[in-house]
Nanobody, 121 residues
């Protein structure tokens, strides 16, 4: 299984960015997908998750109304659209996959390598 995250970069506060995560080696539509992030010196935290069908999703309070998770099962890809970025959004963002759907990172078996998002003030 490979999860390839991309789209990170250096942006200014208030800017937008869209992350992508391309999956291979698994039946994509049978897996819920999640985005997590880890800021320097902090533990990995939940950001968003989307159900296998893409109908249901769930966000961390800190990103609700600013981030949107979506998926394209025909392209085996999950996205994270981020708007109104803040310096506190700076982190390495990871995508994860598992049959489990929810915010608990310990329950996700498959992880990507992460993509760095840096938001300057």
């Amino acid at each position: 299984v490979q999860l390839q995250a991309s789209g990170g970069g250096l942006v200014q506060a208030g800017d937008s960015l869209k992350l992508s995560c391309a999956a291979s080696g698994l039946t994509f539509s049978s897996n819920a997908m999640g985005w997590f992030r880890q800021a320097p010196g902090k533990e990995r935290e939940f950001v968003a998750t989307i159900s296998r069908s893409g109908i249901s999703y769930y966000y961390a309070d800190s990103v609700k109304s600013r981030f949107t998770i979506s998926r394209d099962n025909s392209k085996n890809t999950v996205f994270l659209q981020m708007i109104s970025l803040k310096p506190e959004d700076t982190a390495v963002y990871y995508c994860a996959a598992d049959y489990y759907w929810g915010p608990d990172s310990k329950k996700y078996n498959y992880w990507g390598q992460g993509t760095l998002v840096t938001v300057s003030s």
